[in-house]
C-alpha cells in the first residue's frame, strides 16, 4: 500500500486536467485536483464556450441583412449587448456546474486553493500540503500584453468577454486568431473596428491563400486592418481612449483589445524549486508522454506551449492517465490536427500550408477554387469562398485542406478525418459530390492550379 495520499494529483482544472483526473480516476487510481478559480479552465470560462455563444449571436446581424434578398421584410432591430452577456454567463454557470457533478461523480477530490509543488511528490495549498506518486500541472496560459505605457488600460480577452456594453470604436492589437475573432465579433454588430497588426498581414503561420483571402473578407465588412502598426501609448483622453502608434499618429477608442500571444501559466507554481526545465517562453519541457525532466511529474496543455487547442490537452490529458493507470503506454499523434478561426467567414484548416508542402514534398499540385456561394447570389453579399487542397504529388495524397468560408470549421473537420486515414486526390476524385453544398466543390476540383 503507498504511503502517497494520492495516486495522481493534478493542479489547475482545465480541459486537460480535468479529463486527466477523470480518465485516471476511472481507472482506479485516487486522484486529487488543485483549483483556485472555478472549475473549467479558460475554454469553458474565458475561451471557446464564450467566445463561440458571441459569435453565434453576431451571425444574426449578417443573417437578418441577407434575409432581405430572399424576400423578408426586416424592421427596425438592434441588439442587447448587457442581455446576450448575462445570457452568456447563465451558460457558463450551468456548464461549471456540470464539470462539478462530473467530477464528484467520477470519485476526483477537488481541493480548493492555488497550488505549489514544493517537492518531487508534493504540493502545498495554503497550509495543507499533499502528497502523491505522480503529480501532473495543467494550469493553462494567461494573457501576454507588451509593455507599453498606458497598457493596463487595455482589455483582453479574459474582461471583453464579460464587458457588458458595445463600444463604438474598437481598436484590437494583433492579429492572431483571438484578434482577428473578436474583430469580426464587433464589426458584425456594427462596431466600427481597427485592427493593428505589427506585421505584413493576420494569422502568421496560416496558409498564404488563406491570410490574403480572409484579411480581404474582413476588409469587405469594414474592418480597418493596418498591417505595420505598433502601439506605442495609450491613455485616457477627455472623451476616448488615445492610441498613439509608433511614427505618431493617435487613434481613438472606447475600448482597446490586447490579443497578443497568450504566455504558459507558471508564476507562483514553485517549478524552479522543484528544477523543472522550462522553455524560452517558461513553458514546461515534457517528452512525447508529457512527462517534464522530473520522472514524477507530468504537465499538459497550453503550460506545456504545444499545440495550445482544447482538444489536444483533452487527448494528452487521457493519454497520460491511461500510460500511468492504464493497460498501455499511449502517445498522442500531434499530426494532422484541424483548427478553426471563428473569424467571419469562418477559417478551417488541416494539415500542412503550400509553403510546408513544398519544402517537405518534391512535387505538390495545388488545386484552390473561390467562389460565390449559392446563398450570397440571393442576399447579394459580396462574399467568396475559398477552398485549397495539397497533394503530394509522389503518393497522391492529401496533404493540407484549408478553407475561408461559412461552415469551414464544420466541412474541415471531416476532411481531417479522411487525411488521418491517409486519403488520396483520386479518392477526394471518386468520391460523388453532394449537391448542392459548398463543400462538393472539395471533389470537383480537378486541374491543377500550380
Ligand atoms: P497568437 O499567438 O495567435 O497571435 C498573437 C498576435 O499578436 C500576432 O498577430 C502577433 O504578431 C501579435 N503580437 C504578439 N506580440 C506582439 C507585440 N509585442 N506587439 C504587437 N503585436 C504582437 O495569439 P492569440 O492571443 O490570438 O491566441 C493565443 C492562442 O490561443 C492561439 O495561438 C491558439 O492556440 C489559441 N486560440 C485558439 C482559438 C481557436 O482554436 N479558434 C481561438 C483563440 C485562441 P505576429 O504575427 O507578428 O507575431
Redesign the pocket.
Known sequence: MSNFDFDLLTIGAGSGGVAASRRAAALGARVGLVEDDRVGGTCVLR??VP?KLLVYASEYASALVDAVGFGWEIGEHSIDWGRLVEAKDRELKRLNQIYLRMLEGSGVSLIRGRGEVVGPHEIRVGDERYTARNLLISTG?K??V?DFPGAELAMT?DEILSHESLPRRLVV?????????FACIFARVGVRVTQ????DQ????FDADVRSHLEEEMRATGIEIRSGA??AALRRGESALEVTLVGGEVLEADLVLA????VPNVAGLGLEAVGLEQGPRGEIVVNTRSQTSAPSIFAVG?VTDR????PVAIADGRGLAESLFGARDFEVDHQGIP????SQPEVGTVGRTESEARAQFERVDVFKTKFRPMRHTLSGRDSRVMMKLLVDKDSDRVVGCHMVGDDAAEIVQAVAIAMKGGATKAQFDATMALHPSAAEELVTMREPSG
Open positions: 475561451g471557446c467566445k496560459g494573457p501576454s507588451p480577452s492589437l494583433g492579429g492572431g486568431y483571438i484578434g482577428v475573432e493593428l497588426i505589427r506585421g493576420i494569422l502568421r503561420g505598433q502601439i490579443a497578443t500571444g497568450r497550453d499545440v495550445n487547442l482544447t483548427t478553426a478561426v471563428f
